[in-house]
């Protein structure tokens, strides 16, 4: 199995910046595909952004291209994800989530990953 912890979640003003943090454990001798998803009350879990095994190549939806950015460690099993220009419509809880795909892609659904965290919360107020 893999364990994925997430951190770095709080609570913010609209326009600031936070970074959240996602370790692996278990099962990581070969590097994950890896993906955020966050879910606020009443909606779906939705995809914010995807990383391939190596780093190649990353995805992002429209509601957060150019403002987030997701990135990896191999060496030390964290993936990250860089949130600037944080708006209300961000408050979620941010997960964390790997695929065992073994193609170098970024899978961007949900029924692609195989492993979750916990979640983090971030709350960015007006």
């Known amino acids: 199995q893999v364990q994925l912890v997430e951190s770095g979640g709080g609570l913010v003003q609209a326009g600031d910046s936070l970074r959240l943090s996602c370790a692996a454990s278990?099962?990581?001798?070969?590097?994950?595909?890896m993906g955020w998803f966050r879910q606020a009350p009443g909606k779906e879990r939705e995809f914010v952004g995807g990383i391939s095994r190596f780093g190649t190549n990353t995805d992002y939806p429209d509601s957060v291209k150019g403002r987030f950015t997701i990135s990896r460690d191999n060496g030390k099993n964290t993936v990250y994800l860089q949130m600037n220009s944080l708006k209300p419509e961000d408050t979620a809880t941010y997960y964390c989530?790997?695929?065992?795909?073994?193609?170098?892609?970024?899978?961007?659904?949900?029924?692609?990953?195989?492993?979750w965290g916990q979640g983090t919360q971030v709350t960015v107020s007006s």
């Open positions: 278990g099962r990581t001798f070969s590097p994950y595909a």
């Open positions: 989530a790997a695929s065992s795909t073994y193609r170098d892609y970024a899978p961007t659904g949900r029924d692609q990953y195989d492993y």
